[in-house]
């Protein structure tokens, strides 16, 4: 109990910081909200897709090598800090398997519109909940995210033996 | 002025500083009317409609102000250390402050100039000079820090600079003080023999803004005090004005104050271009510094010139003039049209305003007065548009709105009083706390003032705020001066000794700001582009460690093997991608400061561990969070000691060898796999 109270303590503090204001409604008014939000939940979070400019992925069973490549580039510089290739969380959590969870939309979407997930995709809001930092924007644009999404779908292959599974669920 | 009057004027002066200085906050309620507040306010949130660029006088930089509100946006560090981000400390920026007299962390800046095109500010760059050493420096506008610095060799007090031409084209200088040229071992008493001046022209690349002494023109020994150039009609000439003509080198306040008249000086610098284009400059060998920031690494590179071209009015005839003006002047400025220069004689009654047409005559008709030195003396009457009758005491400077009236602030009679440049005839006057030395009206030197706002910064701040001990910050007054009638609306303290400023619309700065560096774009040769590429390496006693900044954690943070005696540079690159997320650094036992770097950039701070010991080190910047957990341990062991340089991030320690191959392998064996 204790220490769901420092999470919420956290994760509260975090929102705060984030925002700049807020964070101190009544349990009433928190539920009325988010029954609010439902209805107004956007089509694309419900699918699973996230939010953001990306709405549509059309993927290749083939892996693109060139793609592969600048993807690796792309992840060693703006994202291996915090996210590892196994399974291990570190800051963020372990890539190993992520197609297999999240839409490639959903990926992308996260990478390129990171702010607005985590305010409106409950997916990435637990995400936020698990981890305690904020993933920050690294203004990646939306070429080389989808570069990022093909180096993932290799990784997952390598470490897994699969990719793409979240697409048939 | 004989010896008698000479007293009663001094009588009077005192007796007039000690009525404006013991004046009493009374004074200032009064002019303070109606909805003054309610002029300055800016909601939060919301943003000023200009920036104000003021020099930092003795602190040696500059600040950025919001206009109306006064609100303090940021100080940029130019000619002087600056340890709250590591400028003049880190190994980037130590080269910036080179000179021919060695590192020189300090300087006097005093006058600002904005980059224009066409007679009006660009908002691209910001020069301002190092009055004590002389040099001129750049700020980029797109990211508001000091991007070039470049001395002028064989002058002394840089004060009359950097003044910009209406196209950029140079920024005018002239020596302060004159000096033996070259310098030499001489009696101070053979200053009308041995001691001369310079006018210096710097070009600037139209394309980067990068400086270069295009020529000086040898002057007699006069102090050069303030400059402005042509624009419109009169584009093509600088207007400089002197003062000691007397040529005097001790007790100046009296000794530089008999004649009755100085001189303003007059280059046509497109006949100097002439001359230079036909060779007839004279070079020598010199030494000074040119120091330049590289934009792909952010990496300050000085280099030293040694030689410079000399043109001499004696041998060129029609390139420079004098005209007399009133004792002792400080500003000579130009009005919007380009059409009347303003000289302010600090100890005249009366201030002389030229016409440049009329000048412009006076030459052709060599209508002259002799000369000193080759250098014709133009007709004092010929020269001159009318005289401003008694407007107050001391005049200093002046600006224009745009709309034929001119403001000048009179620091012994401590008010700004504005006047119709073609009638001459006085409007308004209003009192300032106290005694202001230049004012600003944005784009007050441009062909198109933007005759809103006036600031005039004061020299004398005694009772305007809450008392801080003997040392008081310096007091700014914002005006109102869009109606008849001048109106005080706000009254805001300073940084260091603000000497001029430069006022600028938003618009023209706020869309080109650079919020954050490009990380594909960084070529630091230091520059770690991922975390999986942090390593340390030694070299000899030389240690480089390749670190990583992303929120929160510092990569790597756990490093052993470093020696009493080693030479540490941490070379440290923020990762983030994204505005306003600096990471700071600092190391226990480092003797300069710290670093703040922005997102994409690299930044190295030297370290030289004295004592055997465990040391923290930190982000400096509340980044995130867990802004209090990015920190680290560096392990110091005896010299000579067999502990093996290893480091890691929340892992087991890894040698060198390792590291240095074990992400690439990994990737290699990766790609392969994919195949």
Known sequence: MKKLKLTVFLIALMIVYACGGGG????????????????????????????????????????????????????????????????????GPGFAGVTNRRKPEWIMNMITNVDMMLTEDPEAQKLLEECLTRMPNQNVKLEDARAILEFLRHNDMDKTGKKDQAIEI | MNMKNKIQYGFWMLFLIAFTTSCDQKDSTKVVEGNAAEQAYVAPGEYDEYYAFLSGGYSGQITAYGLPSGRLLKEIPVFSQYPENGYGYSEETKPMLNSSYGFVPWDDSHHIELSQTEGEFDGRWLFVNGNNTPRIARVDLTTFETVEILEIPDVAGLHCAPFITEN??????????SVPIPQKDVPIDTYKENFKGLINYVSVDPEHGHMELAFQIEMPGYNYDLARNGKAVSHGWSFLTTYNSEQAHSLLEVNASQKDKDLMAIVNWKKAEEYMEQGKFTERQTSYYHNLIDESTGI????????????????????????????SPHGCDVDPTGE?????????????????SKLMKAIEEENFDGDIDGIPIINYEAGLHGIVKKPG??????????????????????????????????????????????????????????GKYLLAMNKITKDRYLPTGPELAHSAQLFDISGDKMKLILDFPTKG???????????????????????????????????????????????????????????????????????????????????????????????????????????????????????????????????????????????????????????????????????????????????
């Open chain 2, 393 to 450: 005491l001391g005049p200093l400077h002046t600006e224009f709105d745009g709309r034929g009236n001119a403001y000048t602030t009179f620091f012994i009679s401590s008010e700004v009083v504005k006047w119709d440049v073609e009638t001459k005839e006085i409007l308004d006057r209003q009192p300032t706390f106290y005694s202001p030395g230049h004012l600003m009206i944005p784009g007050g030197e441009t062909r198109k003032p933007d």
């Open chain 1, 24 to 91: 101190s409604e009544q349990k009433s008014e928190q539920q009325s909200e988010q029954q609010a939000k439902e209805k107004d939940t956007p089509e694309s979070i419900k699918q699973g897709k996230g939010i953001g400019e990306v709405k549509e992925v059309e993927l290749t069973v083939e892996l693109d090598d060139k793609m592969i490549e600048r993807g690796r580039e792309i992840y060693e510089m703006k994202c291996s800090s915090c996210h590892k290739l196994t399974d291990q969380r570190v800051v």
């Open chain 2, 168 to 177: 950029s084209e140079y920024l005018v200088s002239g020596t302060r003080f």
């Open chain 2, 497 to 675: 000794e603000p000497h001029y400023a430069q006022g600028i619309k938003a618009d023209k700065i706020q869309p080109n700001a650079v919020k954050f560096y490009d990380i594909e774009a960084n070529e630091h040769p230091y520059a770690t582009l991922g975390e999986g590429k942090t390593k340390v390496e030694r070299d000899g006693d030389e240690v480089h460690v390749y670190m990583t900044a992303m929120r929160s954690h510092l990569a790597p943070d756990n490093i052993e093997g470093f020696q009493v005696g080693d030479k540490v540079y941490f070379h440290v690159t923020n990762l983030e991608q994204d505005w306003d997320v600096p990471h700071g650094f600092a190391v226990q036992g480092a003797t300069n400061a710290e670093l703040l770097v922005m997102p994409g950039q690299t930044r190295t701070l030297l370290w030289e561990p004295k004592k055997v010991g465990v040391y923290a080190f930190y982000c400096t910047d509340f980044c995130s969070a867990l802004h209090q957990e990015m920190s680290g341990y560096a392990r110091v062991s005896p010299k000579g000691s067999d502990v093996p340089l290893k480091w890691g991030l929340n892992e087991e320690l890894r040698n060198n060898q390792q590291a240095a191959h074990d992400f690439y392998d990994e990737a290699k064996a990766t790609a392969e796999a994919s195949k």
């Open chain 2, 300 to 327: 300050a590179e000085s280099k030293e010139q040694t030689l410079t071209k000399i043109l001499n009015p004696k041998e060129l005839p029609g390139m420079v003039y004098f005209i007399p003006v009133p004792k």
């Open chain 2, 340 to 356: 009347y220069i303003v000289g302010n004689g600090k100890l005249s009654a009366d201030m002389s305003v030229y016409s440049f």
